[in-house]
């Protein structure tokens, strides 16, 4: 329903700025020559054409517009495969798709493959001469099988009236098929059953099933209930064997001659007992095929037409809406099982994906029982008892108290300081954030902290001193041009697959850029303000921090945005290897499980937090360096 | 007693390509307390050098270097210095930059802004004390360093090409500020310039300094400085004796040229 709203909407949205648009070509003055920027500026309306260009791709290869105007069809054309496919064994026999009888081309094939067996034989300079005769004398003799089977003076009543009956089922069921109460209810009993298997089945885009199997309408219901008929027929048709009593006998005889044969053979002929078993193999897969008499199937050939006929009509509009609307991969050709392999499988719908986006933005859902970000209370001692270490209690004076005889624990100063830096007292509790998405985000921030706060001065050193630059450079260079998740088993090995291990990774791949970032911005500081500074009277000291370090800005901020963009893409892929929360987590478990619709979620959250990321170091650029590219 | 007294300063370099550069040979020269001494000469002749000497950015190679009588090893607060392209930190706005100086020396704020407005108005920037140094024009920069530098109270203001970069209108300006400052100051000041012309309109003493080796080649004593301190620049220009000395130097400089092209061919 919004679905097909939001369609006409966005198609309307996309003609109304087309003909904006060209409204504003005639309207605006033609002083802008071709290569002026100036054209460039502007153009809203064609923003959202191409964003409506987006959303209409999207609605469209995720079947969304199929299922918010054709609700029932995914369903129907299921059951439509479902007849194909039975169809399609019997109509194999004949020339309706095929170019040839099946009898024709499998007699083609059965005589050359014997005609080759021969000028093997023939040709074969390890065999003796009585072996030769006696081979080609059975292949000549199963060749003679062939006439037997395609003689209709040889064709028995019984064979006969089994195509018979099978041409009146298909004929009969033609007819019912096109009737309006087909298929007829067979007992109350089943149809309760039918109905009970429907309860079950979930709906049209449900996570782990795109297409349900089951018949969910009227129409659905007729070609799946035709579908089993078919197959039951097709299967009786292929049990059946064109044996006669003529055949029968001579195949006895090639059988009998080849036992005797291999009976006499000894072990040590090798040859021979390969031949003599393929040459048996020849007689058996005659012998097990469906030929037939010229003209015997004529009829049936003329029943299966007619039935292909009716189910195409009986079909209806669904054959344009599986061509149209089901883009890259039809249903009906994705076969029975319905399990198609069309972009509706990996491009979930925006309905849907909306739908679970909301689900897991809920903190009592989540994903994993851990919301995506949501806030928890915390007591202000958990805080302080992990920010202070222990040992500020082991370095206090005293001595930690010793229980006494009667049992109780006298606490004194040392132990006061303990249960402090321990952080076990009663305080009042805060709001803090949690989730996926913050655990995301607080390892990127950590790792780029840590590595901002040692990468910069060290940076800086390096720039304008010889021993740093010359003792930290192997060090800084050789790990540098590591892509840092080739250090992921290792730090996560080390460090552990929790945050630690995250942020150590992190810190090294933001410590690097900063250093590098910081080097230049300081080895690219003008002489002049440096000679300035030091006649200005300026330290040591003053000159590093208010000279060299504000002139280093521009590239210490360029390399934080950097940084920003290696280590986000860095912590997906650490998450994806190990761990138990974060963004990258989500997105590896729902790979796992198929759900598609969390995976695209999880794209888009990333997407998202990295464009954040960006718009304020951005906005952190210009607020601090105004005078980048202007000095 | 505060004057510079060069003695025998020689300045050798040697070049990345391993040749030997002597940049300036027995330089020589006394420098009185409140004299206003413009350095010209071809390009590659020193000056530049002689002045870093000066300012203590560079030690020569032998000779002695004093101001006041105390020998110059090193920059110091007392040597002033004004740069070409104003050297000012564009992350700092135009009081800012003013009270460097002031600040480094960490005196206190409030005495600081006083000054800092006293000087803006000197150098005729009153009112731009919180405008973002990088919004200025050239000329305004150029006033800026000099506040800068003369904040600071220096015995000895050095400048290095400062008006170089300028337009001819504000050059002009700027040449009547510098003659008005050194005036109302007092202050020492060497001066080097491309121009013969600001050379001689700015120079109480003027040094023509010659190339390879770098040294003094001509002194000149003009009067046109304190001239120019009550006289309309551009009427000096056309002072007859202004264009003869013009003419002089110009044809010592363009022979010094031709040698050294000579010397190339």
């Known amino acids: 329903m919004i679905t097909g709203i939001v369609t006409f909407l966005v198609i309307f949205a996309v003609i109304g700025s087309i003909l904006y648009g060209q409204r504003l070509v005639k309207t605006e003055k033609s002083d802008a020559v071709f290569g002026n920027p100036e054209r460039a500026k502007g153009g809203l309306h064609w923003v959202v054409v191409g964003s409506s260009f987006l959303l209409l791709s999207w609605l469209y290869y995720s079947w969304d517009i199929a299922k918010a105007f054709y609700p029932k069809s995914a369903n129907e054309l299921c059951q439509v495969a479902k007849v194909n496919e039975s169809l399609l064994s019997l109509k194999y026999l004949f020339p309706i798709e095929e170019r040839q009888h099946k009898s024709t081309a499998l007699i083609k094939r059965e005589n050359i493959n014997i005609q080759k067996k021969i000028i093997l034989i023939q040709n074969s300079p390890d065999l003796k001469d009585k072996d030769k005769k006696l081979f080609i004398d059975l292949l000549n003799k199963t060749k003679k099988t062939i006439p037997l089977l395609t003689d209709e003076k040889f064709l028995e009543n019984k064979t006969k009236n089994k195509i018979g009956e099978l041409t009146n089922r298909i004929t009969w069921l033609t007819e019912d098929f096109q009737k309006i109460n087909y298929p007829p209810i067979k007992s109350i009993e089943e149809e309760n059953k039918r109905i009970e298997a429907l309860k079950k089945q979930l709906g049209w885009g449900a996570t782990g099933m795109e297409v349900p199997p089951l018949p969910e309408s009227k129409k659905g219901l007729k070609f799946h209930a035709a579908a089993q008929e078919l197959n039951e027929i097709s299967d009786e048709f292929f049990s059946m064997r064109n044996h006669n009593v003529a055949y029968v006998t001579l195949i006895k005889e090639i059988r009998n001659e080849i036992k005797e044969y291999q009976n006499e053979l000894n072990d040590d002929q090798e040859l021979e007992m390969t031949l003599i078993k393929e040459i048996k193999k020849l007689g058996q897969r005659i012998e097990y095929e469906s030929v037939f008499p010229p003209n015997a199937l004529n009829e049936m050939e003329k029943s299966i037409r007619e039935f292909d006929v009716a189910q195409k009509k009986e079909q209806g509009n669904l054959i344009y809406v599986d061509a149209f609307l089901f883009p890259a991969g039809t249903i009906v050709a994705s076969g029975p099982t319905c399990a198609e392999d069309g972009p509706g499988r990996w491009l979930p719908k925006p309905s849907d994906t909306f739908r679970i986006f909301g689900d897991l933005l809920k903190p009592s859902v989540g994903f994993k029982m851990i919301p995506m970000i949501w806030y928890e209370m915390m007591g202000v001692n958990r805080i302080v008892g992990f920010i202070l270490p222990d040992w500020i209690a082991d370095i206090m004076p005293g001595k930690y108290p010793v229980h006494s005889s009667d049992g109780t624990v006298k606490p004194n100063f040392k132990s006061k300081v303990l249960d402090i830096v321990t952080g076990e007292f009663n305080a009042f509790k805060i709001p803090v954030p949690t989730g996926h998405i913050w655990d995301s985000f607080l390892r990127v921030f950590l790792g780029l902290v840590l590595g901002i706060i040692f990468g910069v001065p060290l940076g800086i050193f390096m720039g304008l001193n010889r021993f740093a630059k010359g003792f930290f450079d192997p060090l800084v260079e050789l790990y540098r041009p590591v892509p840092p998740l080739a250090w992921a088993p290792l730090v996560i090995t080390v460090f552990g697959i929790d945050n630690l291990g995250k942020v150590f990774l992190l810190f090294m791949v933001s410590f690097s850029i900063m250093i590098i970032s910081a080097r230049a911005g300081a080895s690219g500081t003008q002489l002049s303000k440096i000679h300035a500074a030091h006649s200005l009277g300026a330290s040591r000291w003053q000159i590093l921090r208010e000279v060299i370090f504000p002139n280093s800005l521009p590239e210490i901020l360029t390399g934080v945005r950097v940084a920003v963009g290696m280590c986000w893409g860095t912590l997906v892929a650490a998450e994806f290897l190990a761990g138990t929360s974060g963004i990258g987590f989500v997105e590896n478990v729902a790979r796992k499980y198929m759900q598609y619709e969390v995976i695209w979620i999880t794209i888009f959250v990333m997407g998202m937090l990295g464009l954040l990321f960006d718009v304020t170091i951005r906005k952190i650029i210009d607020k601090t360096i105004p005078w980048r590219g202007k000095g | ?265």
């Not at chain 2, 002045?51 to 090193?74: C, H, M, Q, V, Y």
């Not at chain 2, 290095?160 to 337009?167: M, S, T, V, W």
């Not at chain 2, 080796?213 to 001509?218: C, D, Q, S």
């Not at chain 2, 040229?257 to 000579?262: A, P, T, V």
Request: aromatic share 6%; charged share 25%; proline share 4%.
């Open chain 2, 1 to 265: 007693m505060s004057d510079l007294v060069s003695q025998d300063i020689n300045m050798i370099f040697k070049s990345p390509k391993g040749e030997i550069v002597h940049a300036l040979k027995d330089v020589t020269f006394r420098l009185k307390k409140g004299e206003l001494l413009t350095v010209l000469g071809p390009s590659g002749c020193g000056k530049t050098t002689l002045l870093n000497i000066a300012a203590g950015f560079l030690r020569p190679t032998s000779g002695l270097i004093t101001l006041g009588n105390k020998e110059i090893d090193g920059p110091g607060v007392e040597r002033g210095m004004v740069f070409q392209q104003g050297a000012l930190f564009e992350w700092l706005t135009v009081a800012e930059n003013v009270n460097f100086g002031l600040r480094m020396k960490k005196e206190d704020p409030v005495k600081t802004t006083k000054k800092v407005d006293e000087w803006l108005d000197i150098v005729g920037l009153q009112g731009f004390g919180n405008t973002p140094t990088y919004q200025l024009s050239g000329g305004m920069q150029q006033r800026v360093a000099l506040a800068r530098c003369l904040i600071n109270d220096p015995d000895l203001i050095l400048m290095d090409e400062p008006l170089g970069a300028l337009d001819a209108l504000t050059r002009e300006k700027m040449q009547s500020l510098i003659l008005k400052i050194w005036k109302e100051t007092g202050k020492t000041i060497i001066l080097i310039t491309h121009s013969v012309e600001e050379a001689l309109l700015l120079g109480e003493r003027v040094y023509v300094m010659a190339p390879r080796p770098g040294r003094i080649h001509k002194e000149y004593k003009l009067p046109f400085a304190n001239m120019g301190l009550n006289e309309d620049l551009r009427e000096i220009k056309n002072n007859k004796e202004f264009v003869d000395k013009r003419e002089e130097i110009l044809s010592m400089i363009w022979d010094m040229e031709e040698e050294i092209m000579g010397k190339e061919n």
